[in-house]
């Protein structure tokens, strides 16, 4: 195909594609405009998301979405276009159900933005999408973040290196080298630099008026944090870039294409795996 992108192709260059039986998954990339510190551009993420998505997409010889470039990051930073959870994970849902209309059986969501509050929103959502709509039943969403494929990206997590740092400027030097600025690599202050380090979370100020538990608490930004990178920009490499990238499509690749036949196997033959509830009162341990 000239191109892997749904968008590029007409009515019914989709109408052909979708009528072969081997032809039934799309990839939906996802991400947002979010700082990366001084020496990244503010569309970072949407680049991981798009430069995955068509590599992936050529191992799995399947399409790729028109990627949404809107999530929710939770920064506050100059730069950072923040979309609730709710807003972003409805409409996430809402494409995946125009997708299975049209023929698509097995989604993979791409995210090129790690956030924990929109990951776990989405993932939520989409069970209780699929609880809720009997069409999607036999359809297969899997969420799958790079770094859950490269063990090298997944160490470096280990290694307290995170976001606008060692993985994603290797990234970019690998992808647009063009694109970094080197020369403008900072930190905020040591102190600050070192919190984030420990805990990326710690860009977030939350206040409450009392310590019960059950109180919701208020939410922004710390003023401390300029900057926001959270780990080790200064070592990154293009080589380091392209050894993330190898693992990540070697392993995803892998792993989803084993996915797709478990789940066309199951659908001819009705089998399901069964899980566990739990056992445990879940409204005991909400809080």
Not at 14 to 31: E, V
Not at 73 to 102: D, R
Not at 111 to 137: C, D, T, V, Y
Request: aromatic residues 6%; proline residues 4%.
């Amino acid at each position: 195909m000239k191109s892997r992108r749904m968008q590029d192709l007409t009515v019914l260059e989709l109408k052909n594609f979708l009528s072969n039986a081997k032809h039934k998954t799309i990839i939906i990339p996802y991400a947002l405009s979010e700082q990366h510190g001084y020496h990244l551009p503010l569309d970072v993420d949407i680049r991981n998301a798009d430069f995955c998505s068509q590599k992936l997409a050529e191992k799995l010889d399947c399409l790729i979405a028109p990627t949404l470039n809107y999530t929710f990051s939770g920064g506050l930073l100059t730069g950072t276009i923040n979309v609730k959870p709710n807003t972003f994970s409805n409409l996430v849902g809402e494409i995946i159900e125009s997708l299975a209309l049209q023929g698509f059986d097995n989604f993979i969501i791409l995210p090129g933005h790690g956030g924990s509050e929109s990951m776990l929103h989405l993932k939520e959502s989409l069970r209780i999408q699929k609880w809720l709509n009997p069409a999607l039943k036999d359809k297969m969403i899997l969420m799958t973040p790079i770094w859950d494929f490269s063990p090298t990206w997944l160490e470096l997590f280990n290694t307290r290196d995170y976001h606008a740092a060692l993985a994603e400027t290797s990234l970019l030097l690998h992808w647009c080298p063009e694109v970094v600025r080197k020369d403008m690599i900072q930190t905020d202050v040591e102190e600050v630099a070192e919190r984030l380090r420990s805990d990326p979370d710690s860009y977030q100020l939350r206040e409450s008026f009392t310590d019960l538990p059950q109180e919701v608490v208020q939410t922004s930004q710390r003023a401390d944090v300029i900057v926001g990178v959270m780990g080790y920009p200064e070592k990154a490499s293009a080589e380091l870039g392209e050894k993330l990238e190898s693992e990540f499509l070697e392993n995803a690749s892998k792993a989803i294409l084993q996915a797709i036949a478990d789940a066309d196997e199951a659908r001819k033959s009705g089998k399901r795996i069964i899980h566990d509830n739990g056992g445990a009162l879940k409204i005991l341990n909400e809080l």
